[in-house]
């Protein structure tokens, strides 16, 4: 199965831009194009939202409404990574990012309990 790991958290000011990685190790016999990858975000005290979904091969594309026309994702199977790209950033915008894989087919906004394997998460500071 796959193993996640996010990158790209940072500092960034309010309007900025950020763009996280989900890379996935895999093992022998399983590959990335298998897997759905949905990114999550968590605040402390609250359950883990779900953000943005792409489907295998990257045709299909999902945004919570709180997310929708400023952050983008995608995916490169070849070199098994999945990005999500934050603009326009705002202070709700602050929180841990993780990456999710599930080989489920469903394409809609993620929902935590559909997804099997998890990064470890990496973190988003909005602040001047």
């Known amino acids: 199965q796959l193993q996640l790991v996010e990158s790209g958290g940072g500092l960034v000011l309010p309007g900025g831009s950020l763009k996280l990685s989900c890379t996935a190790s895999?093992?022998?016999?399983?590959?990335?194009?298998?897997?759905?990858i949905g990114w999550f975000r968590q605040i402390p005290g609250q359950g883990r939202e779900g953000v943005s979904y792409?489907?295998?091969?990257?045709?299909?594309?999902e945004y919570a409404t709180s997310v929708k026309g400023r952050f983008t994702i995608s995916r490169d199977n070849a070199k098994n990574t999945a990005y999500l790209q934050i603009d326009s950033q705002k202070s709700d915008d602050a929180a841990v990012y993780y990456c999710?894989?599930?080989?489920?087919?469903?394409?809609?906004?993620?929902?935590?309990?559909?997804?099997?394997?998890w990064g470890q998460g990496t973190q988003v500071t909005v602040s001047t």
């Open positions: 792409i489907s295998r091969y990257g045709t299909a594309t």
């Open positions: 895999t093992a022998s016999g399983y590959s990335f194009d298998e897997y759905g």
């Open positions: 999710a894989a599930t080989k489920g087919r469903t394409v809609a906004v993620p929902r935590e309990g559909k997804y099997d394997l």
